[in-house]
């Protein structure tokens, strides 16, 4: 069985540190993936400090990775040794019910299997990219479009489907006034594809700092969220607004800025739930706040093919695997433009 090294969290309060283990030999329909670049996202944060309840140590985090496929099972038609490719935040699915059916996995109605902390039949878990290879179906694998720097991809892999698939499933585009609240790892690349989709991009930060480069990004206007005037002055102006924050926040204003009809989407998981918000903005101007979860396989292909057209990919910092931890308080403090990425040579 190929042999790993990785990082994992023993532990809640436990720092990450190196771990062994062993990954499957790729068997019918597989491919065993050398993984070269891990995206760093603060749902790993979230799981290795066990913030949602629900994390299975030892936690080995990672579902943003770029690497190369070393080796194929029988059967694999997709990839070949030395092809370029992607693996997400999801390794499995039922493949039976209707969302499955329907190419959107990520809603498998039995539960999708998380490219780590995800259960497995045997009672194990599966540990995710902070190592140096993984097994994983063909069918959960992306290929990584040519030319594409394989560093600045990586957080494609979430930040950029997260972003992409409402973004394309309310039908953004040419015409529309969106927002986008929050400039972070998610919000930064928001700002990058909804101004590729024809849209007139609209930031809102509580940072005044980050005015500049939002508008660098695509952004054609910038509102500092916490100034009244500011935001009074967008009252009913959005067609759509993408919330990417992931701490809990008075919602209320933000609808506000909403036309009638228009939907705010939430994309950021707070560790505690945002005030209710007034039910009155929503049924006075027939407004919604929605949800989305990622991308299934087909639209994460079809994410990674329009960045690839648009000479889209994350803004990153490339860090050594034994700078994780340090990592992890510095995004917490949002000192990151505007994703970690780990360089996996680094590993070992």
């Not at 959107?104 to 497995?120: F, V």
């Amino acid at each position: 069985m190929p042999a790993s090294l990785g990082y994992a969290a023993s532990a809640p309060d436990a720092a990450l540190a190196p771990i062994r283990f062993d990954r499957r030999e790729p068997g019918k329909g597989e491919v065993l993936i050398e993984i070269e670049y891990c995206g760093v996202c603060h749902s790993d944060l979230h799981q290795a400090r066990g913030e949602w309840g629900n994390t299975l140590y030892p936690c080995v985090p990672g579902h943003e990775i770029i690497g190369t496929v070393t080796a194929v099972g029988d059967g694999v038609s997709k990839f070949k040794t030395g092809d370029k490719v992607g693996v997400g935040c999801m390794v499995d699915s039922c493949g039976q019910c209707t969302s499955c059916g329907d190419g959107l996995e990520q809603y498998c109605e039995t539960g999708m299997t998380g490219t780590y902390n995800g259960r497995l039949a045997d009672g194990s878990h599966t540990f995710g990219g902070y190592s140096q290879r993984m097994t994983v179906k063909e069918d959960f694998v992306l290929r990584l479009p040519e030319g594409m720097d394989p560093a600045g991809a990586a957080p494609l892999l979430c930040a950029g489907i997260t972003t992409y698939s409402p973004l394309s499933h309310w039908k953004v585009g040419p015409g529309q006034r969106v927002g986008v609240v929050g400039l972070g790892g998610l919000g930064h690349m928001g700002v990058k594809i909804a101004a590729a989709m024809g849209a007139e991009v609209v930031l809102f930060t509580t940072s005044p700092g980050k005015a500049e480069d939002a508008k660098r990004l695509g952004a054609s206007q910038v509102v500092i969220s916490k100034d009244r005037d500011q935001m009074k002055a967008m009252r009913g102006q959005l067609d759509f607004i993408l919330n990417t924050v992931a701490a809990a926040h008075n919602l209320d204003p933000f609808l506000d800025c909403l036309k009638r009809d228009g939907t705010m989407v939430m994309v950021g998981v707070p560790e505690v739930a945002h005030p209710s918000p007034s039910v009155g903005r929503l049924i006075g101007r027939r407004r919604s706040i929605a949800g989305s979860l990622i991308g299934g396989i087909a639209e994460t292909q079809d994410m990674l093919d329009f960045c690839a057209r648009h000479g889209l990919v994350s803004d990153i910092e490339i860090i050594p695997m034994d700078g994780i931890n340090e990592a992890y308080e510095r995004m917490l403090k949002g000192d990151v433009k505007y994703r970690f990425v780990v360089d996996m040579a680094t590993l070992g």
